[in-house]
């Protein structure tokens, strides 16, 4: 699959709106947050695995995965209280 995108400028508005997680007390709201914001930039499939990095594309499109998947971790890893960070999984 060709990747169209080649960086994406999140409304710093609309990630406002994304509570910072700060455990099990707001966990729910705060994934229901992110994955509505991805999905509105069509990259909720970051997450859940539907799309995935491919060796065989070629070296722009694996250049734009890498690009897409770093924001949408740096995304999430700033709604995400410091004092949980050690236990968050990057695989």
Known sequence: MALSISEVKFDTNLISCIPILTGQDNYN??????????????????????????????????????????????LMASTINDSLFMHVNYK
Not at 37 to 55: H, I, K, R
């Open 29 to 74: 709201i705060q994934r229901l947050q992110i994955q509505t914001t991805l999905s509105v930039y069509s990259m909720w499939e970051f997450v859940d695995g539907t799309l995935t990095y491919s060796a065989q594309a070629d070296a722009a499109d694996q250049l734009r995965w890498k690009l897409l998947d770093k924001q949408v971790l740096g």
